[in-house]
């Protein structure tokens, strides 16, 4: 068949952060069409598209400021992750509110009367978050609470006198507050013991109920409601997966969420003066971003799934059918290449079932290499979703696995906290109980398996190549860790506390750190290594690459390491991507490519 270079699978450009514009005539998004991530929108009228913003870096989230055409939008700079927010005016017109730039800035909402914003920051000291109010006119910033913690703003009360706000106690543990801009004194609502979270928070008509998705005393997440004058709280649906991306229409009488179905999506409409649940039918991937239209009449939505990748979607509630509206994904040259995955399940040393999506090539004539990605987090999910390099990797006749080792989220409380602390080496074994159950597939190459990963799933390939190095053919390591005593010295002060509640302290597990740490055993490490990383990460420093590299290069090992000067924790631009992909494609066709096209 005609060969097909990477490009057309890097040139696939991606749609989020979907905003209904409040008078409905126009829907925003982001975009990064032009190569980097943009404001664009859709006008319902003539169903056509337009740019709005042109800044020089990328736009990292957009919001609609209540009752107007404006819009608040993130920037930071160079992947630094020190958010700027500024005011984006129907005309275009770009004003910087925040500028503050060596603080984080994380946008809470506009008052109801539209002229007032909410945020938090670390203003006053880089480790904690305060709350602070700013009026869009005149731009004075009023810093309304603070203490040692880190608070943010979930959105406004309809009164406009006071702020629903949340504290968070660890990555996993949130409280919810009433925060009275009358007298700066904090009411919590959601005391509970254990740990729980409280996410995507509305109110009803009358402002005196909030509905929410939580897991409190629950393994998975439910839709729950919560009577504020008296804090009682009651359950409205519960399921045997994680409830998300809860949304509300405007006539505050339907509710939309959807059901984390084994990492896929499942979309769920709820009437509340009926009670009835219903369904609607969607390619395999992924739904997020679930917006009511001002006239109640569509729910709109993001899918992003491996054959259909992410572009806006319309559901009708009427008759329940969906229409695309967008097609920035659409590539003519893909068309029925793109391949889904099969959600398989192996045990572990330990007896564990351990959720994994096996993708395999359309066709083989002969036996398979294998990728295992790892994501990262580690309290995140691996999900089918497009990714344009494992869509490659299936064209060149590679086997691809993504596993949700122990750590993943999406299965419940207990499965999440399986790799805390001094249980990490049981996630790196997962991994080598995954290598034992592809053996036992007839068409796998055992002998060219690679182990590919970004952040806390480049601490795992550097962990499974130096600890079990007899089992790589290559690996891949994107802005990993490779010593966790190392990474707690340096991640941003805002994140060491929070990453110390899943790897444990310096002081209490120091010891444990320096037996796993892959930098001290780097001189176990067969397989060759490619390294990747961003020179303004400020999760993972690039010391974090530059150490293990260069005991690598010491006993001269083949390694690889490729900086990005210009990016941080991810890589957003589109020129940046094409480059590590290319070097990645390159590199694993060297050490485990078939060297032919099927």
Not at 40 to 61: H, L, P
Not at 544 to 564: C, D, G, Y
Request: net charge neutral; aromatic share 12%.
């Amino acid at each position: 068949m005609d060969e097909i270079s990477l490009d057309p699978y890097v040139h696939v450009r991606t749609v989020k952060n979907l905003e209904y514009e409040p008078n409905g005539k126009k829907i925003s998004f982001i975009s990064d069409y032009t190569g980097l991530p943009q404001v664009w929108d859709y006008y319902r009228e003539n169903r056509m598209v337009a740019q709005s913003s042109f800044s020089k870096e990328g736009i990292t989230f957009i919001k609609f400021v209540t009752g107007t055409s404006d819009r608040i939008i993130g920037m930071d700079v160079s992947g630094n992750e020190r958010e700027q927010l500024f005011l984006l005016k129907n005309e275009g017109e770009l004003i910087a509110l925040t500028n503050s730039p060596e603080h984080v800035h994380l946008y809470g909402g506009s008052s109801p009367d539209g002229k007032w914003i909410a945020w938090s920051s670390n203003r006053r000291n880089q480790a904690f978050f305060d709350i602070y109010i700013q009026n869009l006119e005149t731009l004075e910033v009023r810093l309304v609470y603070a203490q040692n913690g880190r608070f943010s703003v979930v959105k406004w009360f309809p009164n406009g006198n006071s702020l629903l706000v949340r504290k968070t106690n660890s990555p996993l543990d949130h409280d919810l507050g009433v925060l009275s801009l009358l007298t700066g004194c904090i009411n919590w609502i959601t005391e509970h013991t254990g740990e729980a979270s409280f996410i995507n928070i509305h109110f009803n008509k009358e402002g005196n109920h909030i509905y929410l998705l939580t897991n409190k005393d629950r393994e998975f997440f439910g839709l729950a409601c919560i009577h504020l004058p008296t804090k009682e709280f009651t359950w409205i649906a519960r399921g045997k997966w994680d409830f998300e991306g809860l949304a509300m229409n405007n006539e505050k009488n339907k509710l939309a969420f959807t059901i984390n179905e084994g990492g896929i999506s499942k979309g769920i409409i709820l009437n509340l003066d009926t009670g009835t649940l219903y369904t609607w039918e969607t390619p395999m991937g992924v739904i997020t971003n679930l917006k009511f239209s001002p006239t109640n009449q569509k729910l709109l939505y993001i899918l992003n799934g491996p054959a259909h990748p992410s572009d806006i979607w319309e559901l009708d509630l009427e008759s329940l059918k969906t229409k695309r509206l967008t097609y920035f994904s659409h590539n003519p040259i893909l068309e029925g290449k793109l391949i889904e995955p099969s959600l398989i399940f192996y045990r572990s040393f330990d007896n564990l079932l351990i959720p994994a999506f096996y993708y395999k090539p359309k066709h083989t004539a002969e036996k398979m290499p294998v990728v295992i990605f790892i994501h990262g987090g580690p309290e995140t999910q691996s999900r089918p979703v497009y990714n344009s390099l494992l869509q490659y990797f299936l064209y060149r006749g590679y086997a691809v696995v993504t596993p949700n080792i122990r750590g993943s989220t999406g299965y419940g409380k207990t499965y999440t906290h399986l790799d805390d602390v001094r249980k990490r080496t049981d996630a790196v074994k997962d991994l080598i109980s995954l290598v034992e159950w592809l053996k036992g597939d007839k068409n796998v190459d055992v002998g060219k398996i690679a182990v590919m990963g970004g952040s806390y799933g480049g601490f795992m390939v550097l962990s499974a190549i130096s600890h079990y190095p007899n089992l790589w053919a290559a690996a891949v390591d994107i802005v990993g860790i490779s010593s966790l005593r190392t990474f707690l010295k340096t991640t941003s002060p805002w994140r060491k506390k929070f990453r110390e509640y899943e790897y444990g302290t310096i002081e209490k597990d120091g010891d444990f750190f320096d037996q796993i740490d892959p930098l001290n055993h780097a001189d176990k490490i067969t397989s060759p290594l490619m390294v990747i990383h961003g020179v303004n990460d400020p999760r993972v420093p690039i010391e974090e690459s530059e150490q293990i590299v260069n005991k690598l290069k010491e006993r001269n090992h083949p390694v690889t390491f490729i900086r990005f000067e210009e990016e941080g924790h991810s890589l957003v631009k589109q020129k940046s991507k094409k480059y590590a992909y290319s070097k990645i494609a390159d590199f694993l066709e060297k050490y485990i490519g078939k060297n032919q096209f099927l």
